[in-house]
């Protein structure tokens, strides 16, 4: 081969390696665009793993909290029955038992919801009777002890509630039509 020819030959390799340069240059640009994204799918879907098992977690304690909250309820009307047994009976061994009963309610998050003497309300009290009296929309007696597990009404108390009596009625010189027609207006 002679000098040109070799130089031709050269400069062809150059041309060809500066091709190849610019073509894995062209390749590593969107190779690297690539990788970006790919790193970000996998941070968003370890993000949405990670939502996942929070969401399990709290269906689970949810989950749990429904269930002891069902067998609770099923096990109130056992609970009145000593009670109503032990006011009977004042027996010390029913006692021991009845206060056995509420530490574990307790331990459990159950509380008994005060009703006796306090003001009415249908979020926690049932209205079984009404009374005349003084105090309006004042519980006057406990039929049956409401409980609750962290602010949700397992079962509401049912209560005898005061209503005024006839006398403080303002309505009570009109005749009989015109108290029923008030009453609903």
Partial sequence: ??????????????????????????????????????EEKLKRALADYHNLEKRIEEERKLLSKLSASLLIEKLL???DNLEQAQSHLNDEGLEIVLKQFRDILQVEGVEEIPAEG????????????????EQENQVARVLAKGYKIDNTVI?????????KSADDNPNKDQPD???EV???A
Wanted: positive net charge.
């Fill in 155 to 163: 079962r509401p108390a049912k209560v005898v509630v005061v209503k």
């Fill in 182 to 184: 008030s009453d609903y």
């Fill in 1 to 38: 081969m002679n000098k040109t020819t070799k130089t031709a030959a050269n400069e062809n390799r150059r041309d060809n390696t500066e091709q190849k340069s610019v073509r894995s240059s062209k390749h590593s640009a969107p190779s690297a665009v690539a990788s970006k994204e790919l």
């Fill in 77 to 79: 009307p056992v609970l």
């Fill in 118 to 133: 306090s003001q009415f309300d249908p979020h926690l009290h049932e209205a079984v009777e009404t009374q005349a009296g």
């Fill in 177 to 179: 039509e015109a108290k």
